[in-house]
C-alpha cells in the first residue's frame, strides 16, 4: 500500500509509537509479554520523552501506565531479576506516574530496585557486576541500564549520594574499557581475565560493538541532563561526550550515514549497518549539539544519520512502521559473534531508540 511518509522528525517519533501500540497492548503482549524487562522500558522511555516534548501526553502515558500496572501490584510488589542491572532500566517510568498520580505503589517499586545497588557483587574496585551470571564483569550497557534510573531516583527522592556512585561506575568503565586510540569502548570487561573473549593482559572484550557503544552515548548525555548545574562531575562528563562524538563521527559510514554491528570494521565484507546502534549515535550527536559540546560537523553527521534511517524504514500492509536491521539480544563476544547474530523489526531496542533520536533532531532539523 501507498504510505505518506511523516515529514518532520516528531512525525516520524509518533508514527513510530502509534505503529507499535496498534500491534501490542501495553498491559497483554509487548514484548516480552508480561515481564518486567528493558525491553519495554526501552521503548516506553522513548515514548515517555516524546510525550513530555508534545506535551501530548494522554494517551501515551496511559500506554506506559497500562505496562506499569499490570506489573506492580497496589503495595509496590512485582516480580522481577534481582542479579542484573538491566532490571533498573524499566525503573525509569516510575518516577513521573508517582508524580502525576500520587500513588505510593510507583515509588514503593522505585524503592526495591533502587535497594538492588545494595545486595549486587562487585568487582574488587567497586563496579557493579552487570549480572551474577557473568561474574567480575562490567558491560557498558549496564551503565545506561542502572544510571539513569538511580539519578532520576536521587533527583526525585533527594537520596543525592547516588550520584556520586553513578560517576564512579562511569569512571570504571571508561578506565578499563576505552580505546584511546579509537575513542571507542569495548562491549565489556572481565577483571578476572576468565571469559573465552577477554584480553589477558587488559581484562577487554575484542570489538567495539554499536549498540554496547549506543548505551554508553546515551547514558552520558541523559547524565548531563539529570546532574545538576553545579555538580563537580559534569565537567569530567561533558570533556568525554565531546571527544566521544568526534569518534562516532568517524566511523559513520559515508553512503548511507548509519553506523556498523562493529563500528570500527566497516570494510569487513560480513560486516552490516546495525539500526539501533545508528539511532543511539543520532541521539547523542543531536544532545551534544544541545548541550554546546559539539559543531556544525556533528550537526551534518546527525542528519545524515538520521535521514538514513529513514531511508531504510518499511511499512507493513496496514500502512504501520518497520524499523529493520536490529541486532537481538547479544552478549559479548569476538566479531564473529556479533556479525553472525539475527537481525529482526520493530525489536524495541532499535524502535525505542528510534523515538528517542527522532525526538532529539527535532531541533537539528529545523534551521
Given at each position: 500500500?501507498?504510505?505518506?511518509?511523516?515529514?518532520?522528525?516528531i512525525?516520524?517519533?509518533?508514527?513510530?509509537?502509534?505503529?507499535?501500540m496498534?500491534?501490542?497492548?501495553?498491559?497483554?503482549?509487548?514484548?516480552?509479554?508480561?515481564?518486567?524487562?528493558?525491553?519495554?522500558?526501552?521503548?516506553?522511555?522513548?515514548?515517555?520523552?516524546?510525550?513530555?516534548?508534545?506535551?501530548?501526553?494522554g494517551?501515551?502515558?496511559?500506554?506506559?501506565?497500562?505496562?506499569?500496572?499490570?506489573?506492580?501490584?497496589?503495595?509496590?510488589?512485582?516480580?522481577?531479576?534481582?542479579?542484573e542491572?538491566?532490571?533498573?532500566?524499566?525503573?525509569?517510568?516510575?518516577?513521573?506516574?508517582?508524580?502525576?498520580?500520587?500513588?505510593?505503589?510507583?515509588?514503593?517499586?522505585?524503592?526495591?530496585?533502587r535497594?538492588?545497588?545494595?545486595?549486587l557483587?562487585?568487582?574488587?574496585?567497586?563496579?557493579?557486576?552487570?549480572?551474577?551470571?557473568y561474574?567480575?564483569?562490567?558491560?557498558?550497557?549496564?551503565?545506561?541500564?542502572?544510571?539513569?534510573?538511580?539519578?532520576?531516583?536521587?533527583?526525585?527522592?533527594?537520596?543525592?549520594?547516588?550520584?556520586?556512585?553513578?560517576?564512579?561506575?562511569?569512571?570504571?568503565?571508561?578506565?578499563?574499557?576505552?580505546?584511546?586510540?579509537?575513542?571507542?569502548?569495548?562491549?565489556?570487561?572481565?577483571e578476572?581475565?576468565?571469559?573465552?573473549?577477554a584480553?589477558?593482559?587488559?581484562?577487554?572484550?575484542?570489538?567495539?560493538?554499536?549498540?554496547?557503544?549506543?548505551?554508553?552515548?546515551?547514558a552520558?548525555?541523559?547524565?548531563?541532563?539529570l546532574?545538576p548545574?553545579?555538580?563537580?562531575?559534569?565537567?569530567?562528563?561533558a570533556?568525554?561526550?565531546?571527544?566521544?562524538?568526534?569518534?562516532?563521527?568517524?566511523?559513520?559510514?559515508g553512503?548511507?550515514?548509519?553506523?556498523?554491528?562493529?563500528?570500527?570494521?566497516?570494510?569487513?565484507?560480513?560486516?552490516?549497518?546495525?539500526?539501533?546502534?545508528s539511532?543511539?549515535?543520532v541521539?547523542t550527536?543531536?544532545?551534544?549539539?544541545?548541550?554546546?559540546?559539539?559543531?556544525?560537523e556533528?550537526?551534518?553527521?546527525?542528519?545524515?544519520?538520521f535521514?538514513?534511517?529513514?531511508?531504510?524504514?518499511?511499512?507493513?500492509?496496514q500502512?504501520?512502521?518497520?524499523?529493520?536491521?536490529?541486532?537481538?539480544?547479544?552478549?559479548?563476544?569476538?566479531?564473529?559473534?556479533y556479525?553472525?547474530?539475527?537481525?529482526?523489526?520493530?525489536?524495541?531496542?532499535?524502535?525505542?531508540?528510534?523515538?528517542m533520536?527522532?525526538v532529539?533532531?527535532?531541533?537539528?532539523?529545523?534551521?
Open positions: 500500500m501507498t504510505v505518506s511518509r511523516p515529514e518532520t522528525p512525525q516520524w517519533a509518533r508514527k513510530a509509537c502509534d505503529s507499535l496498534d500491534i501490542y497492548a501495553a498491559a497483554g503482549n509487548l514484548p516480552p509479554a508480561h515481564r518486567w524487562h528493558y525491553h519495554q522500558g526501552v521503548f516506553l522511555c522513548g515514548m515517555e520523552l516524546l510525550a513530555q516534548t508534545v506535551q501530548d501526553s494517551r501515551y502515558m496511559e500506554y506506559i501506565q497500562q505496562y506499569v500496572d499490570n506489573l506492580v501490584d497496589d503495595y509496590g510488589n512485582f516480580y522481577f531479576a534481582r542479579d542491572l538491566d532490571a533498573m532500566q524499566a525503573g525509569q517510568l516510575l518516577f513521573r506516574l508517582h508524580e502525576q498520580t500520587g500513588e505510593p505503589k510507583y515509588k514503593a517499586a522505585a524503592d526495591k530496585l535497594c538492588l545497588l545494595l545486595t557483587n562487585r568487582t574488587s574496585e567497586g563496579g557493579f557486576w552487570h549480572k551474577d551470571k561474574p567480575n564483569q562490567m558491560w557498558l550497557d549496564g551503565l545506561y541500564m542502572a544510571g539513569v534510573f538511580s539519578l532520576k531516583y536521587a533527583n526525585a527522592y533527594g537520596e543525592t549520594g547516588l550520584r556520586e556512585v553513578v560517576l564512579f561506575q562511569e569512571r570504571l568503565m571508561r578506565k578499563h574499557m576505552k580505546d584511546e586510540a579509537t575513542g571507542l569502548l569495548y562491549h565489556a570487561w572481565d578476572s581475565r576468565q571469559m573465552p573473549w584480553n589477558p593482559d587488559t581484562g577487554c572484550s575484542p570489538e567495539f560493538w554499536s549498540r554496547a557503544i549506543g548505551w554508553y552515548g546515551l552520558l548525555s541523559q547524565f548531563l541532563d546532574l548545574e553545579d555538580d563537580p562531575g559534569r565537567e569530567e562528563l570533556k568525554e561526550l565531546q571527544g566521544f562524538v568526534q569518534a562516532l563521527i568517524r566511523y559513520q559510514d553512503a548511507s550515514g548509519l553506523w556498523y554491528q562493529v563500528v570500527n570494521k566497516g570494510d569487513q565484507k560480513d560486516n552490516w549497518l546495525e539500526a539501533s546502534g539511532c543511539l549515535f541521539y550527536l543531536a544532545k551534544a549539539v544541545q548541550f554546546g559540546l559539539a559543531g556544525e556533528a550537526v551534518i553527521a546527525a542528519r545524515r544519520g535521514e538514513g534511517l529513514t531511508e531504510i524504514v518499511e511499512w507493513d500492509e500502512g504501520r512502521l518497520l524499523l529493520p536491521d536490529i541486532c537481538i539480544g547479544t552478549s559479548a563476544g569476538d566479531y564473529e559473534n556479525v553472525t547474530r539475527p537481525k529482526v523489526k520493530n525489536d524495541l531496542h532499535g524502535v525505542g531508540a528510534f523515538v533520536a527522532c532529539e533532531m527535532r531541533s537539528l532539523m529545523t534551521t
